[in-house]
Every structure is written in structure tokens, then in C-alpha cells.
């Protein structure tokens, strides 16, 4: 049986991906929703991946789940029979003013969680991350607003290292063998729509990109039915 291997982006875990797995069990796949502990690199977070992995699989990555995606099909591309990266990007921290914001944003968010605790900071950085109307979906905030709690402020702060050091994916691209896909918000502020189009011209084939309508960055919760409906039609074309 084909494994589906779920990779979770920052801060996140099975709640990222509960509608898929449910939908990709329902269709016969295994699935593996990995925990990435304390890990505090991209490159830690795949060799996890790859200890907990079958010999091969199929890996969908989210967010920061993309860029790890990419990094495990650096250290072991005969493992990846296919690849699906959603809501993600490849490109590593811009070293110009651009970057220091990034930075500074991000350990804010650091400082907020280490001082008011993992929830108030997830009321903050949801803003950015689902479309406004669907922060009046208490259901799905609180949802997202859990998972976060989940988390401690020292796997936060690791995480956000992790992305801060994060490795260039543009060779990697550019060297991907195994079928792929790319599935994005069309609303995503922090991870465009745009920026897919210019990951899959980097990929030989071109492969597809998928827009998710109505939805921000958190594409597998806000919409979670038309995330399945892709993934899964494109699962039955390899």
C-alpha cells in the first residue's frame, strides 16, 4: 500500500492535516503525519522524516513542510515517488533590509510567545494567516488556536530558527525527478500564488499549479474539501 508521508508547517501538527488524512485513508493510501520534536534545522526536521518513513513514499508538505519536503528529496530523492508542495516557498532568507524585517518579525513573535504564552501569540500571527472573513469561524480558529497551544514557546523559537537558517531550493527544483505538484491559497499573503508558478517553471516539465479559492495560507483548514478534491485527482493521474 502507498504511503502518504504529511508534513506540518510552523508550529503546526496533525490538526494541519486531519481532512486530508481522512480523505487519503478513505482512498487506500497509509498515511504518516510527522512530528518534528525539537528539531531546530531544516535539515534535522527531514532526517526525521526519513527515520520514520518507509523505504518509499509519497511526501506532501505544508508551509514550512514544504521546505523541509524539499530537503528530504535532497538527502534521499529515490525515496520521494512523488511530491506535492502546498503554501511554501524555496528561496532562502534575503540578506537586505527585506531579511532583517523577517527576522525581526519572527523573533517578536518568539519574545510574545515566551512572555504571554503559545495562544496569545497564535491570536496574533493567525491574523496573517487565514483570510479575515474566516477569523470569524470559531470552529476553525479554535482549531488552529489549539494546535498552537500544543507547542511549547522552545519548539517555536526552533522552528522560527530553523526557517531564519533555511537552505536555498532553487538546485533542488531544478533537479526534481518524481512527478509534483504545487497546490497554493489564492489568497495566501505570505506565501503567494505567484511565487508556485515561478517554483514550477524551475522544475523540468513545468508541472501543475493548483489555486485553492477563498483561502489564505492555511489552505488544508480553510478549505479543506477542495484541498482534498486536488490532491487526491492528481494522486489518481501518477
Known amino acids: 500500500m502507498t504511503t502518504v508521508v504529511l508534513l506540518p508547517g510552523l508550529i503546526c501538527d496533525h490538526a494541519n492535516w486531519a481532512a486530508q488524512q481522512e480523505a487519503l485513508l478513505d482512498a487506500g493510501y497509509e498515511t504518516l503525519i510527522i512530528d518534528?520534536?525539537?528539531?531546530?534545522?531544516?535539515?534535522?526536521?527531514?532526517?526525521i522524516v526519513l527515520s520514520q518513513a518507509p523505504e518509499q513514499?509519497?511526501?506532501?508538505?505544508?508551509?514550512?513542510?514544504?521546505?523541509?519536503?524539499?530537503?528530504?528529496?535532497?538527502?534521499?530523492?529515490?525515496?520521494?515517488?512523488?511530491?506535492?508542495?502546498?503554501?511554501?516557498?524555496?528561496?532562502?532568507?534575503?540578506?537586505?533590509?527585506?531579511?532583517?524585517?523577517?527576522?525581526?518579525?519572527?523573533?517578536?513573535?518568539?519574545e510574545q510567545a515566551q512572555r504571554d504564552g503559545m495562544r496569545a501569540m497564535g491570536e496574533l500571527w493567525m491574523q496573517g494567516m487565514v483570510l479575515p472573513e474566516h477569523l470569524q469561524d470559531q470552529q476553525l480558529c479554535n482549531a488552529i488556536l489549539d494546535m498552537i497551544e500544543r507547542k511549547t514557546p522552545e519548539q517555536f523559537a526552533n522552528q522560527q530558527h530553523a526557517l531564519i537558517d533555511r537552505p536555498n531550493a532553487r538546485a533542488v527544483l531544478s533537479a526534481l525527478t518524481c512527478p509534483t505538484c504545487f497546490i497554493c491559497g489564492d489568497q495566501d499573503a505570505w506565501s503567494p500564488l505567484e511565487r508556485h508558478h515561478e517554483m514550477a517553471r524551475l522544475v523540468p516539465g513545468a508541472p501543475p499549479v493548483f489555486s485553492i479559492k477563498n483561502s489564505g495560507h492555511m489552505s488544508t483548514m480553510e478549505q479543506p474539501e477542495s484541498v482534498n478534491d486536488v490532491i487526491l485527482s492528481w494522486l489518481q493521474t501518477l
Do not use: W
Open 36 to 47: 518534528y520534536g525539537n528539531a531546530d534545522t531544516i535539515a534535522h526536521m527531514a532526517k
Open 57 to 110: 513514499f509519497i511526501v506532501i508538505g505544508h508551509s514550512m513542510g514544504g521546505r523541509v519536503a524539499l530537503e528530504v528529496v535532497r538527502q534521499a530523492s529515490e525515496r520521494v515517488t512523488a511530491l506535492i508542495l502546498m503554501d511554501t516557498g524555496y528561496l532562502p532568507l534575503a540578506q537586505n533590509q527585506q531579511g532583517q524585517q523577517e527576522v525581526a518579525g519572527r523573533m517578536a513573535l518568539v
